[in-house]
């Protein structure tokens, strides 16, 4: 059973090998490190990191947006909004943290997700607040609200744009190219409508749930930096090493300011 | 049989010693000597000849591999199901085209006979008639019967007929068909008429192919960029019989002569070996790298094509050649040496390749900024910034400062002419008194007269002088601080220890280190001190918030030209100083003086009385002791005084209280064990008498305004044609023999060898000047060099100013070469020199490509970019040039509400006022026009004016959930404009150019990336622009185009419309809170 594996894997290599040769002579002038053939990861062996992010303190108060600039999205919302900056429950748990793999990853290739990735605006508010996807991976960006927003990611390495989206407007499918972490995209019309996306050049990410659960899931065995991104408490990094089909915990905690101060 | 011996003579010397041997020798060594003359001449000598085949092979190697590859897609595109497409309904619409274009064909081929069948007769009819017409008309009038007769046989002519044999188609012929004079000219006259109509609907038919055949054309050079494979054949079969011969090529043959050479005197050979730069072999589009010829890693593989071609674009070589901008001596093909003048006595030799861009000086001197040439323009902005103007006088550099030398003299000049005629106009008018004639009298009189209006006159002119000098006297800025202030400025013990450890200090200041005594220093000191102004003493200023002050000091933009932070921490510009230990040295009093108005002094100077004025010389004529540009006239004589600092630092037209912040924050920045050591010495006079004679010895008023030598010049040599001085008057001193042997001064080898030339002089004197006076003996210590060691960050700014020092030659080259352009490059040209004199890009980004201080600063990463000072790549298409006068002379827009930004109120970053002269605003408001090629004079285009139902469909639009322009732009209204990111339109109207305000608003991203204004908000219908959302139901039927709609909209805008507009919209009326007003709207 293993031979046997290992032969599909050098076949598929091979076949990769041969392609990327082949489009080599084709245009004469691909990069060459695309000649060198990448790991391709031996899925009976997978394990996965599963944990939670969780936030020790109280987080200091947010003061409620005010909407009154735009009265269509002030009638929307009968309650105050409150930025969702640090989103916590009762027993701490934190949602809206970006857990990902931050170093130790060989050099694999991995298919982009067919599906896209949407953001929705609602109520002139983001949803979902932080998102995540590949490099590659579209990026859709729907408007249910009656009034126009435009959409303005301010990357580094990616491409820079600012679209219009009047109501009814059919949705905007975008890509990034590059991986970049933590890409502020905001709505100039209406300033409180702010959000990030990670783009990222692997599937192992994550953005912790509203019970702060976040789960990595087909990591290859080997030993990993894990990092932990939180929009107003910054980055956690810890190293985990996982087996073969090893399934490895890992808590993540915030210190609120007045905490670490304790 | 008598035997008879053969008579034995004596050996005969000649006929039996052999020569054989030594004739064989001989012979051998003359075949040899010619076998190597041969050789040397044919191939030892030429080198190039073994390059052009080493080229020719390798080439024509590479373009059989292109030609592989270019065929492969040439096969694929036109195997493509798109190109197979175009193809078919190419041949399919010429199919159908052809039916028509036959019969059309044989139509026109049938006139055509029909014309030629007729055309003798035509002839012969028009020259009859004509004839007879002439006839008739030179009959007088008053001859009736000659007049009735000669009209008979006029009509008898016209009545008379013509024989043709008449084609009718299909090669049938119509015998003798007989026309009339009339008939013919009609048959004429309609056949040409049917042509015509026939060419016309032949056109027609054949549009729809070939409308066809444009866009395959335009398919196939889209997706085949590059030489097609028949054209890369050719060359490659040019290579395969390549004729080996020297290329050559005359700069400038027909051209002016400047050495009586004929031409510019100089035949370049360069391509001999150099063949790959040669267009005629190496096409544009082949762009040949070593890399492509397999030769990546040789030394000796001169074949690539120019790495700029858009350089060769601009400096085609069979107009430049080579030589001319990389040096060398281009007519010498026998080695690599002697080809790139790396030989002595040759005065140009080859620049190196960190020094290439000293090429473009000698015609491009007369830029600032030359476009792809970042070394020459660092090298030029080193030689301002870092003082070498101080000392070295430069054409073309700032020289306000001997215009304004030129103009004082002038008017004093001017003022001896008129207090001469002054005293002559009375002395004439008593001799016209005392005439012994009327006429003696007359002619006396009106000399006297004739000298009052030659004064009246002489007014005119010497009041032009003063505004210039005005206008000089804002112009010019020294590098260094005014030290008439320092004693108000300056901490006293400090400026001994600066002036002896300036880099210690400041590690990046632009002070270079002198080579000075203690004794020197402390004389220095003393005279600094001393001479420096102390009344009246500053206001003294409360403490501010030193917490807010860092605030500001990061927002306003202090950053795009101060740095701050030491080491590695540091962030900022580096136009001007570091000013993280600025709380050591200063007076927090004057620093709240100086941070809210840079320019003010202590007291004006007056160039005609030599002195400092104070409140004693206004009081004496009654006068408030206030003097600034708009009261610069000096009360005692009525000249123009020095009123500001001469500095370049603007003022950020802040209030009292924000300026009493940043100060408190900039005094905070010290290190905490910060000392000196008292300076007693300070207050001799007779120190300070030293320090006056030494700081005239070291040139200090070169970059600073220094009491009593207010009218110092340069002591330094000028410079601008230092590329060109023979070497043997560049001093080495006593390295001459080690640098011809290729040992530095420090003892280390030479890379390059021996460094006796132009080069190695400059790199070590620009390292450190000192080593030129080691071992000499000096008589009197002030003999020893002068220069100080310049404060140079590495060898990248060592080589920029070389790159500059080298280029700036006597030219070689006709005038006409020199760049001097007389179009609007020329505002260009002079509109940089304003533009980098008051670092305009430390905040704005103003050429495509470039990027201004602020947009690499960590601060404006991210989301904050939004708060970036305006792009400004556009800014001659976007505003009107009269508006742009008058917002860079106050940017504020405003005479009394001057603390804030006059467009963008909402920017934290403020845009300051720079005091510029008139002059250095015209410079830039015509710079910024010729950089969006804007014609000069503007001419403010025509606005269509709205009628009434578009205007209310405007209104409609502008309110309408597609347009949401007034939820970013401010609208007066001040609770909405404290979210406002985007200017009001009110300005539009003064401000915009219409053309410009369309094209932004359908896609602002095209103009400036990444800007907060989205696009999208218009798409295309037909050939209108109309908003992508959903708009009002009175604007649907709107056929018009609805961004140009806006713009007349907003170009048309009033205070009451807009008042009008905030009213109705969501924007305040939302919220609750009733707006505190459209009233606000009117500002």
């Given amino acids: 059973m293993k031979t046997k594996l290992f032969n599909l894997a050098l076949a598929a290599a091979l076949a990769i090998a041969i392609t990327g040769c082949g489009k080599k002579e084709d245009t004469n002038e691909q990069p060459v490190a695309n000649s060198n053939a990448k790991k391709v990861i031996d899925t009976s062996t997978v394990g996965s990191v599963t944990g939670s992010v969780t936030l020790d303190g109280k987080p200091a108060p947010i003061k409620p947006i005010n909407m009154s600039a735009e009265p269509y999205c002030l009638k929307a919302h009968p309650n105050p909004v409150i930025p969702p900056e640090v989103v916590v429950n009762d027993k701490g748990d934190l949602a809206n943290v970006v857990v990902y793999v931050k170093d130790g990853l060989a050099d694999y290739n991995f298919d982009t997700p067919k599906e896209p990735v949407v953001l929705n605006q609602q109520g002139c508010m983001y949803d979902p607040h932080i998102i995540a996807l590949m490099a590659g991976q579209t990026f859709e960006v729907k408007n249910d609200d009656q009034t126009t927003h435009n959409i303005h990611p301010m990357p580094k390495d990616n491409r820079e744009w600012n679209k219009s989206q009047p109501p009814g407007a059919s949705p905007i499918d975008e890509t990034f190219g590059r991986a970049e972490l933590a890409i502020p995209v905001k709505c100039n019309v209406h300033p409180w409508m702010k959000s990030y996306i990670f783009v990222f050049k692997n599937p192992y990410y994550a953005v912790t749930s509203k019970d702060g659960k976040f789960t990595l899931k087909d990591l290859p065995p080997g030993t990993y930096t894990i990092e932990a991104w939180q929009e107003k408490y910054g980055v956690l990094d810890q190293t985990v090493t996982i087996g073969a089909k090893e399934s490895k915990p890992l808590t993540f905690t915030f210190k609120t300011a007045a905490a670490s101060g304790d | 049989m008598p035997d008879r011996s053969p008579e034995i003579l004596p050996e005969d010397p000649i006929k039996n010693r052999s020569f054989a041997f030594p004739l064989l020798i001989g012979s051998l060594l003359l075949i040899l000597t010619v076998a190597w003359s041969f050789y040397v001449e044919f191939y030892g000598l030429q080198p190039w000849r073994r390059y052009q085949s080493r080229f020719a092979k390798a080439y024509s190697e590479y373009l059989g591999k292109d030609i592989k590859r270019q065929k492969q897609d040439e096969t694929d595109v036109y195997s493509s199901p798109e190109y197979k497409q175009l193809a078919a309904s190419l041949a399919s619409a010429q199919q159908t085209a052809k039916v028509q274009d036959d019969e059309i064909a044989k139509q026109i081929e049938l006139l055509d006979d029909q014309r030629a069948a007729m055309a003798d007769a035509f002839k012969d009819e028009r020259g009859k008639i004509g004839h007879l017409v002439y006839q008739y008309e030179i009959v007088p009038d008053s001859d009736k019967s000659a007049k009735a007769k000669a009209l008979k046989e006029l009509n008898e002519g016209r009545s008379s007929t013509w024989k043709v044999d008449w084609p009718t188609g299909n090669g049938q012929v119509e015998k003798n068909k007989v026309f009339t004079a009339d008939q013919l000219n009609d048959t004429f006259t309609s056949i040409m008429a049917q042509r015509a109509a026939l060419v016309a609907k032949r056109g027609e038919v054949d549009k729809p192919a070939k409308d066809i055949q444009a866009d395959l054309t335009k398919y196939v050079s889209d997706h085949l960029p590059g030489l097609s494979s028949a054209s890369l054949d050719g060359l490659r079969r040019s290579m395969e019989d390549f004729d080996e011969r020297i290329i050559q090529i005359n700069v400038n043959p027909t051209g002016a002569s400047i050495n009586n050479l004929g031409g510019a005197g100089l035949v370049d050979r360069c391509e001999s070996c150099h063949v790959g730069t040669d267009p005629k072999y190496v096409p544009p589009q082949v762009a040949l790298t070593k890399a492509d010829l397999g030769m990546a890693k040789s030394n000796n593989a001169p074949f690539s094509s120019h790495p700029d071609l858009d350089l060769i674009q601009w400096h085609p ?131 006297a007269t004739n000298l009052t209006v030659e004064i009246s006159r002489m007014d005119a002119r010497s009041e032009s002088l003063e505004q210039q000098t005005h206008n000089l006297l804002q112009e010019i800025k020294k590098v260094g601080p005014d030290l008439k202030e320092a004693r108000q400025k300056l901490r006293k013990e400090w400026i001994p220890y600066w002036i002896g450890h300036t880099t210690e200090f400041r590690p990046t200041t632009k002070m270079p280190q002198f080579r000075l005594s203690q004794d020197e220093t402390q004389a220095l000191a003393a005279f600094v001190w001393q001479s420096g102004l102390t009344s009246p003493p500053l206001e003294h200023q409360a403490p501010g918030n030193a917490a807010h002050g860092k605030q500001l000091f990061e927002e306003r933009g202090c950053l795009a030209c101060h740095s701050m932070g ?55 004529h009654n006068l408030p002791y206030v003097f600034d540009l708009d009261h610069s006239r000096c009360p005692n004589d009525g000249h123009e005084l020095v009123v500001q600092q001469p500095t370049v630092m603007p003022s950020l037209r802040l209030s009292m209280d924000d300026t009493r912040d940043i100060a408190t924050y900039l005094m905070a920045q010290k290190r905490p064990d910060a000392s000196y050591a008292s300076a007693d010495y300070m207050d001799d006079p007779q120190l300070a008498a030293k320090g006056k004679d030494l700081a005239r010895h070291y040139g200090c008023a070169g970059c600073h305004e220094l009491s009593g030598l207010e009218d110092e010049g340069r002591i330094g040599t000028e410079l601008t044609n230092e590329g060109s001085k023979p070497i043997e008057r560049l001093d080495f001193a006593l390295w001459t023999e080690d640098a011809k042997r290729g040992v530095f001064p420090d003892g280390k080898s030479s890379p390059r060898g021996p460094w006796y030339d132009a080069k190695g002089f400059f790199e070590q004197k620009l390292r450190n000047p000192a080593v030129y006076d080691q071992g000499k003996y000096h008589a009197n210590p002030m003999d020893a060099l002068r220069m100080p060691k310049p404060n140079l960050y590495g060898d990248g700014d060592v080589e920029a100013l070389v790159s500059m020092l080298l280029g700036s030659t006597d030219p070689t080259l006709p005038p006409e070469y020199m760049y001097r352009p007389a179009d609007r490059r020329r505002y260009i040209q002079e509109g940089w020199w304003v533009v980098t004199k008051y670092n305009c890009i430390g905040c704005h980004q103003i050429d495509v490509g ?127 404009d404290k979210n406002a990111i985007a200017p009001n339109f009110l300005l539009a109207h003064d401000r915009l150019q219409p053309a410009w305000t369309e094209r932004w608003i359908i896609d602002p991203a095209k103009i400036i990336p990444g800007t907060a204004m989205p696009s999208g908000l218009f798409r295309m219908e037909g050939d209108h622009w109309v908003f992508s959302g959903p708009v009002p139901a009175s604007v649907q039927h709107y056929q018009g185009d609805q961004a140009d709609l806006l713009v007349r909209y907003m170009f048309s805008l009033t205070p009451q419309e807009q008042a009008a507009l905030v009213g109705k919209t969501p924007t305040s009326t939302g919220g609750g809170t009733k707006p505190s007003g459209g009233a606000g709207g009117g500002k």
């Fill in chain 2, 317 to 447: 070589l069979e107009k430049f050649g080579c030589s001319p901008c990389h040096g060398g001596n281009g007519r010498a093909i026998d080695s690599v040496q002697r080809g790139h003048g790396r030989y002595p006595h040759w005065l140009w030799p080859m620049y190196y390749p960190e020094n290439y861009q000293a090429g473009c000086q000698q015609c491009h001197s007369g830029d600032m900024v030359t476009e792809h040439a970042p070394v020459l323009n660092e090298g030029k902005q080193l030689y301002r910034q870092r003082g070498c103007i101080g000392c070295h006088r430069f054409q073309g550099f700032d020289n306000q400062d001997e215009q304004l030398v030129n103009a004082r003299q002038q008017i004093l000049q001017l003022a001896k002419t008129k207090s001469d005629d002054l005293l002559t106009i009375p002395r004439l008018q008593k001799q016209a008194d005392a005439a012994p004639d009327n006429a003696t009298a007359d002619k006396l009189n009106s000399q």
């Fill in chain 2, 850 to 976: 470039q990027k201004s201080v602020m947009q690499t600063l960590p601060y404006y990463e991210g989301e904050n970019k939004a708060n970036l000072p305006p792009v400004l790549t556009t800014e001659g298409a976007r505003v009107n040039p009269e508006w742009l006068r008058q917002f860079l002379a106050n940017p504020s827009l405003s005479t009394t509400d001057t603390n804030r930004n006059g467009v963008r109120q909402y920017l934290q970053a403020r845009m300051p006022t720079f005091y510029l002269s008139n002059d250095e605003i015209r410079k830039l408001v015509l710079f910024f026009q010729a950089m969006s090629s804007q014609p000069d004079p503007f001419i403010p285009p025509k606005v269509k004016p709205l009628d009434d139902s578009e205007r209310a469909m405007a209104r409609a639009l502008f309110t309408s959930p597609a347009a949401p322009c007034l939820k970013c732009h401010m609208t007066g209204n001040e609770a909405h």
């Fill in chain 2, 566 to 620: 030491e080491g590695s921490s540091t962030v900022g510009g580096t136009f001007a100083a570091n000013l993280s230990r600025v709380g050591e040295k200063e007076n927090y009093d004057y620093v709240v003086r100086w941070v809210h108005d840079p320019r003010q002094r202590t007291r004006p100077y007056c160039p005609y009385e030599k002195r400092d004025l104070g409140p004693e010389d206004y009081a004496k």
